[in-house]
């Protein structure tokens, strides 16, 4: 499903956020990936949804090699990966519902099929009374609900999800990792960036561990 | 058709949801235009003004003696018949000392002891608008000359080159300042609409994330900009005619009228529809430039 080839991204001249990594994550896996602040967690997740272009090596994403698309391509691939933010980039002038819509209403797909999905994607994430409130009315655990929720609606190919749990307690992190789990189980691939040992001992999955940049292991659990 | 009317939808939803933004992005392209109005209003009314003094061009052709009647036609229906000319006028010696005697006024007793027909026997030529150079001058004077009939010609050549000078400067002037008022109106609008676009980057950023295409990100702000700079057109069009009736209508009729015109004109219809696209161009071409520069794809 995902494959990077000799992997590098520079930001400055003098350091670089990823040095060549080379991994391979097959369909229907759900796999951390991990490492202390700075290690590059993000900066590889930004160039899987082709948010960043790589300074060096290839990336493909269901056989196709995001280096080398167009803008209009790199759209369609985004159509099938459902990313959660780390600060959960929601449109604080639209409401929950609109939020959660917008994927769909982006493919053009008609307004009572968005709204049939929305509602039913917010129940399943358990915030489906709260649907006309703005984001900032909510709490940074309801806005994390709504984030997976807007990634969850589009049923993707691969979800991607940056520190899901980093600001929350440990019910709601509970209950955030059932949802990723239930997605997986329907065979979404799954990719999560954390620093969370407790989550990563509680919910054992493969591993992916970053350290400068460098991709240092790679654990079965 | 359908995705057209929901771009359609969203652009003015768009405008709905920041209406402060909204209005100043018209106010400005409004501002802008009517500049550019008023500057209009001033070439078409100074045009006008140069096509009123360019009818005084003339040249008048003095016969050695009083013609016969057969040979003043002759040379009339000549002198018509020339593409270079709109009109000829006959003055004979007494309208000519009737004309002389009028314009010295009280001075008219100069004349006294004077016979009435002291003055020569003359030819009035007008010009054709096109024939109205000192080139097209030249060459009736030419013409006139080889034809033999006039002992002299007179037809205010300085005057002539100073007035094409005075033409010439107008036309550049106006290119110029044109040119830099568009400019600078393009300038003002792209930043205006920048603002408005950079207070929704964040929604901006999500569309490319959730993977909305170029396209689609792209055509509710081009649409929005357009409706903003054409509804800034009309604003602009309403609030010059509005200055036009309170004010220039006096104040640059006070100074127009002076040199001759009869009447100060408003923007014709050709010129206000002008007015109106270029609003509705400037605000598409100011968010095009800012789109090039705050979309990130």
């Known amino acids: 499903m995902i494959q990077a080839f000799n992997l590098s991204k520079q930001y400055r001249k003098d350091s670089a956020a990823l040095r060549d990594v080379t991994l391979k994550i097959a369909k229907g896996e759900f796999v951390y990936i991990t490492g202390p602040s700075g290690a590059g967690k993000s900066t590889l997740l930004k160039l899987l949804y082709a948010d960043e272009r790589p300074t060096r090596g290839q990336i493909l994403v269901d056989g196709q090699n995001l280096t080398r698309m167009n803008a209009r391509r790199i759209a369609m691939v985004r159509r099938r990966l459902g990313v959660v933010f780390q600060d959960f980039k929601l449109i604080n002038s639209r409401t929950v519902f609109e939020n959660v819509a917008f994927p769909l209403e982006v493919q053009g797909k008609k307004r009572y099929e968005v709204s049939n999905r929305v509602y039913q994607v917010l129940k399943h994430v358990g915030i489906e009374h709260k649907m006309k409130r703005y984001p900032l009315e909510l709490s940074g655990g309801e806005q994390q609900r709504v984030a997976i929720a807007r990634a969850l609606i589009i049923d993707p190919m691969i979800l991607i999800a940056d520190e899901p749990t980093g600001n929350l307690d440990p019910d709601n992190t509970r209950e955030v990792m059932e949802l990723f789990k239930g997605a997986n189980a329907r065979g979404t691939t799954v990719l999560i960036a954390t620093h969370d040992r407790n989550m990563i001992e509680r919910f054992p999955r493969r591993l992916l561990a970053l350290d400068q940049g460098r991709l240092v292991e790679d654990r079965m659990p | ?297």
Request: net charge positive.
């Open chain 2, 1 to 297: 058709m359908r995705r057209l009317i929901y771009l359609l939808v969203r652009a003015l939803r768009n405008m709905a949801q920041s209406p402060f933004l909204c209005s100043a992005a018209v106010g400005t392209v409004t501002v802008a235009l009517l500049i550019l109005a008023f500057f209009a209003l001033v070439v078409l009314n100074v045009q006008q003004l140069t096509r009123h003094w360019s009818r005084d061009i003339q040249v008048v052709a003095y016969f050695d003696k009083v013609p016969s009647a057969r040979r003043l036609d002759g040379v009339l229906s000549r002198l018509k018949g020339w593409p270079e000319v709109e009109g000829v006028r006959y003055v004979s010696p007494r309208q000519a000392y009737d004309r002389f005697f009028r314009r010295l006024g009280d001075d008219a007793d100069l004349l006294a002891g004077l016979p009435r027909d002291f003055l020569p026997a003359a030819l009035e030529i007008r010009l054709q608008p096109a024939a109205r150079t000192s080139a097209g001058v030249a060459g009736l004077v030419e013409r006139l000359r080889s034809s033999g009939d006039f002992s002299d010609l007179r037809y205010g050549q300085e005057w002539l080159e100073k007035f094409e000078a005075f033409l010439a400067v107008l036309r550049t002037a106006a290119v110029i300042l044109g040119g830099f008022l568009l400019f600078a109106a393009l300038f003002i609008v792209a930043n205006t609409i920048k603002l408005t676009l950079y207070a929704r980057r964040d929604e901006l950023e999500v569309m490319a994330l959730v993977g909305a295409t170029p396209v689609f990100i792209k055509t509710p702000f081009l649409v929005e900009g357009a409706l903003q700079g054409g509804i800034g057109g009309l604003l602009a069009l309403a609030g010059g005619y509005g200055l036009f009736r309170l004010f220039l209508r006096q104040d640059l009729g006070a100074l127009l009228l002076s040199t001759g015109l009869d009447r100060i004109l408003f923007l014709p219809p050709t010129w206000q529809l002008v007015l109106v696209l270029t609003g509705t161009l400037l605000g598409f071409l100011g968010s095009l430039l800012s789109l090039r520069r705050l979309v990130r794809i």
